[in-house]
Antibody, heavy 123, light 107 residues
């Protein structure tokens, strides 16, 4: 069964840092592009970042560029999101997602998703 | 950025009803569009990709159509498990963007 499990969320003060992890299982992790998407309380879904299957390409939403870093460790089947200089408007549930399909071509839609991890930025 | 506008933002419907959700892109995106279903506390689920391709395991009562700037998601006969929020997402250009969501509620 394909599964994604996020961890690392919690309460952090403004200006602080947090690293999210997403452990993948049930598929050949190294073949797939991976993504982070977030949802602020009561709001809709917002794409945050993506990383290529070989880790050489990363893309970010403007709202997090220069503050967040996506990375992956294929030996651990894990993708990370290092979040620095956190702001109140970064408060959200953060979802990890895999590129949909069989990895033969890059398509930027997401399947499956993890259950999410809550990040709260507050003093 | 490509803006995705969904309508309506919410709809009240009964089991067995036909429900149609519209998603409009601020510029043409060919068929680079996906639809997701999201229930509270659960992982979002991909229903349709490429505007009209039903994902494996998704019931055939879900149908996607459209190309360019106007897309629709139709649920032909609403079932109890379909009450959720639905989002469209464009994959034509970065940043990837979602519509604001349509909440399908029980009448």
């Amino acid at each position: 069964e394909v599964q994604l499990v996020e961890s690392g969320g919690g309460l952090v003060q403004p200006g602080g840092s947090l690293r999210l992890s997403c452990a993948a299982s049930g598929f050949t992790f190294s073949h797939y592009w991976m993504y982070w998407v977030r949802q602020a309380p009561g709001k809709g879904l917002v794409w945050v970042s993506r990383i290529s299957s070989d880790g050489s390409t990363t893309t970010y939403a403007d709202s997090v560029k220069g503050r967040f870093i996506i990375s992956r460790d294929d030996a651990k089947n894990t993708v990370y999101l290092q979040m620095n200089s956190l702001r109140a408007d970064d408060t959200a549930v953060y979802y990890c997602a895999r590129m949909a399909g069989d990895a033969t071509m890059v398509v930027d839609w997401f399947d499956p998703w993890g259950q999410g991890t809550l990040v709260t930025v507050s003093s | 950025d490509i803006q995705m506008t969904q309508s309506p933002s919410s709809v009240s419907a009964s089991v067995g009803d036909r429900v149609t959700i519209t998603c409009r892109a601020s510029q043409g995106i060919n068929i680079w569009l996906a639809w997701y279903q999201h229930k509270p506390g659960r992982a979002p689920k991909l229903l349709i990709s490429g505007a009209s391709s039903l994902q494996s395991g998704v019931p055939s009562r879900f149908r996607g159509s459209g190309s360019g700037t106007v897309f629709t998601l139709t649920i032909s006969s609403l079932q109890p498990e379909d009450f959720a929020t639905y989002y469209c997402q464009q994959a034509n250009d970065f940043p990837l963007t979602f519509g604001g969501g349509t909440k399908v509620e029980i009448k």
